[in-house]
């Protein structure tokens, strides 16, 4: 039977008892593993491991207006190689995007691409007591979602062994991210993902899931930013120092939305890897 694939890549290897879709590269990439079917389609991560791995992960939503497709991993290991350099594992995930799709798949998708990177740590190479989640604007929100409204597991019939798997992370980046989504859902030309039923839109706004349990975030956001404003970091930032959750939130003057200046983007990568190293060190 042919299905459509959000990476509109033909299945080449059946990996394990639970579909995964998976083509393997130099290195050790494996691309395009299934992670969940929905609605006709297979929706999939790439695993791409560190020359020397110290057994850490990072998790990038693939998102971007919610919208997702896949990058090329050389593309990936380009914009990313600062991570890998440091030795950890790039985990990109993907979701079914706009304009099909609203927010509230995008959420329900990473949450259950999580618990499935989780299930198959060992086969990855992955401490999954040692995973973190990052993403940039609808991938900050995506971050957000799956950091703030995590659970160990949602039995379902039939025993899935991956749902059944927690979807915790460790700690998330989050690049200028929206947190409310209330007064912004419905209707949007640019932004088709948020055309959704506004009674959903509490389910899916991070500011409203902080709590004493959440891991460590960081933040970092532009006092420029006309897309998405500094405000969102701000508020979602006092949010969880209210309930005493470790949270760090990085502005940057004069920055506006995608951090277009080769000194915030240093920056941006040397906060990050200090994050990190406090974050997921193996000691």
């Known amino acids: 039977m042919n299905r459509r694939s959000i990476t509109c890549i033909r299945s080449v290897l059946v990996l394990t008892a639970v579909v995964a879709t998976t083509i393997f590269g130099g290195d050790g ?28 992960a990072v998790l990038l939503m693939s998102s971007g207006g919610w919208f997702s497709g896949k990058q090329p991993i050389d593309r990936v290991t380009e914009r990313f190689g600062f991570l890998l350099d440091a030795g950890y594992t790039l985990v990109p995930i993907r979701h079914r995007s706009a304009p099909d799709f609203k927010v509230p798949d995008a959420v329900a998708d990473v949450q259950h691409a999580v618990r499935h990177v989780r299930y198959h740590a060992k086969d990855y190479g992955i401490d999954a007591a040692r995973m973190a989640v990052m993403g940039f604007s609808s991938g900050g929100h995506l ?6 409204d995590s659970d160990d597991g949602t039995p379902t019939e039939g025993n899935d062994s991956v749902a059944n798997t927690s979807n915790h992370v460790t700690a998330g980046i989050a690049y200028f991210p929206p947190v409310d989504l209330e007064n912004i859902v419905g209707p949007s030309e640019r932004f088709p993902a948020l055309d959704f039923e506004p009674s959903l839109a509490t389910s899916v706004s991070p500011i409203n899931f902080a709590d004493a349990e959440d891991p460590p975030i960081l933040f970092l956001h ?29 502005v940057f003057e004069g920055a ?5 200046d080769p000194a915030d983007q240093a920056r941006a990568r040397s906060e990050i890897l200090a994050f990190l190293t406090s974050q997921l060190s193996s000691n």
């Open 256 to 260: 506006g939305h995608g951090f277009r």
């Open 29 to 56: 990439v494996q691309e395009d593993i299934v992670y969940v079917e929905r609605d006709g389609l297979e929706v999939t991560y790439d695993v791409v491991p560190a020359s020397d791995p110290n057994g850490a």
């Open 143 to 148: 971050t957000l979602m799956i950091a703030l």
């Open 222 to 250: 532009g006092t420029a930013d006309e897309l998405v404003p500094l405000q969102n970091s701000t508020r979602m930032h006092e949010a969880l120092a209210s309930v005493g959750v470790e949270s760090k939130l990085s």
